[in-house]
């Protein structure tokens, strides 16, 4: 089975603070991808990668950036929290990302 | 631009009661539609992929059709544990990320 691991379930910080959600998958898959999913807007994304050291920008790339130095590990980067990036972060990977994590409930107070 | 429209936004069934969930797509080139059930809290979970017009898929009370303008999942004599969100996202030519559907979030009363 296809597993996806994000780092942590639940997490809180303070606005301002630089925070790092981690991914990792297990199938040597060359697609990474980090969402967010809020109520009534469903999924957006954020980043996606296509190959190490490869990144691009999904829909909402502000305030976010990504980084992947190996192929089995796709970090996602909150340079400065905000209260508005409150949601819950999933990564997923594999053919255009079909394969998600647990996610990550995040809170910026 | 790409969209993906989900029907109902909720559904409640009685437990036995068959029913379907619709998506509609506007695609270019479409090259996947995905279906996934998502749990509360939890990531969404990988159902099916269909890529042509006619496929279907099935996997125990769930069966997945594709037209050229729209999915189904169909929902046979459902049970409690079927309760979930259920997502809908469609991929197109020459672009590799999904754009998502808001869920028909779906309640099975016994």
């Known amino acids: 089975d296809v597993k996806v691991t994000q780092s942590s379930r639940y997490l809180v910080k303070r606005t301002g603070e630089k925070v790092f959600l981690e991914c990792v998958q297990d199938?040597?898959?060359?697609?990474m991808f980090w969402y967010r999913q809020d109520p009534g807007l469903g999924l957006r994304l954020i980043y996606f990668s296509y190959d190490v050291k490869m990144k691009e920008k999904g829909d909402i790339p502000e305030g976010y950036s990504v980084s992947r130095e190996k192929k089995e590990r796709f970090s996602l980067i909150l340079e400065s929290a905000s209260t508005n990036q409150t949601s819950m972060y999933l990564c997923?990977?594999?053919?255009?990302?079909?394969?998600f994590g647990q996610g990550t409930r995040l809170t910026v107070v | 631009e790409d969209q993906v429209t989900q029907s109902p936004e909720a559904l409640r069934l009685q437990e036995g009661e068959s029913s379907s969930l619709n998506c509609s797509y506007t695609v270019s080139g479409l090259r996947g539609l995905f279906w996934y059930r998502q749990d509360p809290g939890k990531g969404p979970e990988f159902l099916f992929t269909l890529y042509s017009a006619g496929e279907e898929k099935e996997k125990e009370r769930l069966k997945a059709t594709l037209t050229k303008k729209e999915s189904f999942l169909h929902i046979t004599a459902p049970k409690p544990e079927d309760s979930a969100t259920y997502l809908c996202?469609?991929?197109?030519?020459?672009?590799?990320?999904?754009?998502f559907g808001t869920g028909t979030r779906l309640t099975i009363i016994p």
């Open positions: 996202a469609g991929g197109g030519f020459g672009n590799e990320k999904l754009t």
């Open positions: 997923a990977s594999g053919f255009r990302g079909a394969f």
């Open positions: 199938m040597d898959h060359e697609n």
